[in-house]
């Protein structure tokens, strides 16, 4: 099956910093989103992104399909931000499989 | 909020006896989930449905079993429970053809 791997595996901001979050796929994915575990557990969902680019308020993700990657950019980081990010993916319908995730800290 | 409700939401029970937790969802979708979650493994798949009565393994299938007999609710048992199954359970849902997957609150078990 397909495998996922995230990188870094932790990281740590001062706040107001820029970070880069990277997921990479073994195979080619038709499905790709981007989630949040926030410190109480919450799976938030941040970007629903199979290919291409798009931005909602600080954060953005991009989609390279024919590399078999998507990145994860946060802009001005804020301790709100802190948790761990998962990026999941899957091909036709496969269940969706997920990386073990970026575990963010972001000090004040 | 995509209308997905887990319980019971914590449980404590003791080896050997049997579990189940139950996701419903208010959105129709055809495809259902469970996960698990463990330090150092992230979500790891356990079963899932892809409509009433059709069920198929995940990675993690052993020690667990399902039932879906209404579109709404998917069950997950564990049949006699044992301290490795100590973890959070994630249900999710997804609709038909390639769509986006929403996640319930998580249903925290402890096996002692």
């Known amino acids: 099956g397909i495998q996922v791997e995230q990188s870094p595996p932790d990281l740590i901001l001062q706040e107001g910093a820029n970070s880069t979050l990277r997921c990479n796929f073994s195979?080619?994915?038709?499905?790709l989103q981007w989630f949040h575990q926030n410190p109480w557990g919450q799976l938030i969902n941040l970007f629903y992104?199979?290919?291409g680019t798009k931005q909602n308020g600080r954060l953005s993700a991009t989609t390279v399909a024919t590399e078999r990657y998507s990145l994860l950019y946060i802009s001005s980081s804020q301790t709100t931000d802190s948790g761990v990010y998962f990026c999941?993916?899957?091909?036709?319908?496969?269940?969706?499989?997920f990386g073990k995730g970026t575990r963010l800290s972001v000090i004040a | 909020d995509a209308g997905i409700t887990q319980s019971p939401r914590h449980k404590v029970t003791e080896t050997g006896t049997p579990v189940t937790l139950r996701c419903h969802q208010t959105?129709?979708?055809?495809?259902m989930y469970w996960y698990r979650q463990d330090p150092g493994h992230g979500l790891r798949l356990i079963h899932y449905?892809?409509?009433?009565?059709?069920?198929d393994k995940g990675e993690v299938s052993d020690g667990y079993s399902v039932s879906r007999s209404k579109t709404e609710d998917f069950l997950l048992t564990l049949e006699s429970a044992t301290s490795s199954q100590t973890s959070v359970y994630f249900c999710?849902?997804?609709?038909?053809?390639?769509?986006?997957?929403?996640f319930g609150e998580g249903s925290r078990l402890t096996v002692l």
């Open positions: 999710a849902i997804r609709g038909q053809g390639i769509g986006e997957l929403f």
């Open positions: 195979d080619s994915v038709n499905n």
């Open positions: 992104i199979p290919s």
């Open positions: 999941a993916g899957f091909s036709g319908n496969t269940p969706l499989v």
């Open positions: 959105e129709n979708h055809r495809y």
């Open positions: 449905s892809y409509g009433v009565k059709d069920t």
